[in-house]
């Protein structure tokens, strides 16, 4: 794929992540991708044949992989560190979309991942992605309980995203900043 094709199919997935992240999976038409990408109409199905379900998970492996970076980006022995950037980095997210955009990831999950095998794969490998990255980091912290507690500080951060969503406020979060410093 050249230059300009790369191009064309990162502008979809870019339009998909925002529109489905904000209005959910459903909410979030085809028209109204392809007008926010500003690509061709044909240029949707040669990039993603599966069609919007393609799309869509194209979409959440790269939000995964994002958020993997994220937490990667913090070097291993310091997980207080690497949470506490993440809540910052979904805070920012939040206020800067007027408290439409959090988890990239949890909107897609509640809204068809119960229904959609090949969308509720894509989710389950960005959220394995983000519990390995945070075990591994309390592993090198010297924890013999890391795979419970990186579940457990994954279910806190997707918890108090959600609560800040709802709340239109970032106290959720650094509230579970603190309680995550203070756990480790």
């Not at 206020?95 to 119960?114: F, I, N, R, Y």
């Not at 519990?131 to 918890?159: F, P, V």
Request: include cysteine; proline fraction near 3%; charge should be negative.
């Amino acid at each position: 794929m050249g230059a300009k094709g790369t191009e064309t199919r990162g502008k979809l997935i870019d339009a998909t992540r925002g529109l489905v992240e904000k209005h959910g999976y459903f909410g979030a038409g085809l028209n109204q991708i392809i007008e926010t990408s500003g690509a061709p109409r044909g240029s949707l199905y040669f990039h993603f044949p599966g069609g919007k379900d393609q799309l869509v998970a194209a979409a959440v492996a790269q939000s995964g992989n994002e958020i993997t970076a994220l937490i990667d980006a913090v070097a291993p022995g310091d997980t207080a560190a690497a949470a506490t950037s993440l809540l910052a980095a979904f805070g920012d997210r939040l206020e800067a979309s007027d408290w439409h955009q959090g988890c990239p990831v949890a909107t897609v999950t509640l809204d068809v991942s119960a229904a959609n095998d090949t969308i509720q794969a894509e989710c389950a490998a960005a959220y394995r992605a983000w519990e390995q990255a945070l075990r591994i980091r309390l592993q090198a912290d010297g924890r013999s309980d890391a795979a419970d507690l990186a579940a457990a500080i994954l279910a806190m951060i997707e918890g108090a995203l959600l609560l800040a969503r709802a709340q239109r406020s970032r106290e959720p979060l650094e509230r579970v900043a603190r309680t995550i410093r203070t756990m480790l």
